[in-house]
């Protein structure tokens, strides 16, 4: 509409509205998400998942091996993709929700790592014996992540996500059985990681074309 | 009766790139010429009226080597932009 504007043109009061409203969501497009992370996160814990509860079912040695390399993963594919980010080109414009979730971001993985820390902490000092209960903190913070995300980018299915991972982080605390919590895990992160992903990359895919 | 409607934000670039910084927390020059499709020098003089009015703010720095021009809107600028929006619904509320 307003191609190269001039400081001289005269518009009229309704031009000037949708010319504020076509700069207003012209910035807020910036902050969009291609999903691809919640695909990899989410396959990532979607084969942990399922993968030991298919170990457990059966029975096979070793039934923690996968989760013990699901961080190792992480952190590199973490590493990379700053790494990439930082290559591709820095950031022209700081709008406030990517500030917000990137201080949001620190604290979040800063309280996952000090979770994580100090699970491994108590089975170190507490003879590895006592059978506490902790798998669905770890669906429960990763709700709270993906509800600001949701929120963020104004993205519905990030949120009923969000609500499902609660769910679930809530029923694997009464259910007694490890693999069917994993199974619970494995249902939570498949709607609500990658169904959720799809949709972004989706999304995203269409805003491009 | 029409509240006069702010002259430094009555041209159509200025009102730009205050709309545009109004959503974000600060903008590179660049990406400001690039989203209102205008020339640097017409933006920069845009740009400099808008600073002496005392609406945005502009901060020359070096990033990787190179100098980087940011922009950010002030507090002024805001309230200015908001009473701009309110007097232009009026009128328009107003029209037959």
């Known amino acids: 509409m307003h191609e190269n504007l001039t400081p001289e043109e005269n518009i009229s009061e309704a031009e000037k509205l949708e010319l504020i409203h076509q700069m207003i969501n012209s910035a807020r497009d910036e902050h969009s998400e291609n999903g691809l992370g919640w695909i990899v996160w989410g396959i990532i814990l979607f084969v942990a998942s399922l993968g030991t509860y298919f170990m457990l079912e059966y029975q096979l040695k070793g039934s923690f091996w996968l989760w013990n390399i699901v961080f190792p993963i992480g952190l590199v594919l973490i590493f990379i993709s700053v790494i990439r980010r930082k290559k591709r080109q820095h950031k022209r414009s700081l709008t406030y929700a990517q500030e917000l979730l990137e201080r949001m971001g620190i604290g979040f993985f800063a309280s996952l790592l000090a979770m994580i820390a100090g699970i491994n902490l108590y089975f170190m000092t507490s003879n590895g014996t006592s059978d506490i ?21 104004k993205f519905r299915p990030l949120i009923i996500g969000a609500v499902l991972n609660w769910i679930a982080g809530v029923a694997m605390f009464v259910i007694a059985e490890m693999k069917y919590e994993m199974l619970t895990g494995a249902i939570a992160i498949l709607l609500g990681y990658l169904v959720p992903g799809y949709l972004l990359f989706v999304q995203s895919k269409k805003l491009k074309s | 009766m029409f509240k006069d409607l702010d002259p430094i934000l ?8 205050v709309s545009l910084l109004i959503s974000v927390k600060e903008a590179e020059f660049t990406y400001i010429r690039d989203k209102t499709k205008s020339t640097a020098g017409n933006l920069s003089v845009q740009m400099n009226k808008l ?33 701009y929006v309110t007097n232009l619904q009026s009128y328009l509320n107003t029209k037959p």
């Not at chain 1, 902790?134 to 993906?146: E, L, S």
């Not at chain 2, 009555?10 to 790139?17: D, G, Q, S, V």
């Not at chain 2, 609406?55 to 600028?77: A, H, L, S, W």
């Open chain 2, 10 to 17: 009555h041209t159509p670039l200025r009102l730009a790139i």
């Open chain 1, 133 to 153: 209960e902790f798998w669905g903190f770890f669906y429960i913070i990763y709700a709270f992540w993906m509800y600001i995300h949701g929120s963020a980018l």
């Open chain 2, 51 to 83: 600073k002496d009015a005392g609406y945005i703010e502009i901060r020359k720095q070096f990033k990787d080597n190179y100098p980087q021009t940011v922009c950010m809107i002030t507090p002024e600028g805001i309230k200015a932009f908001e009473q």
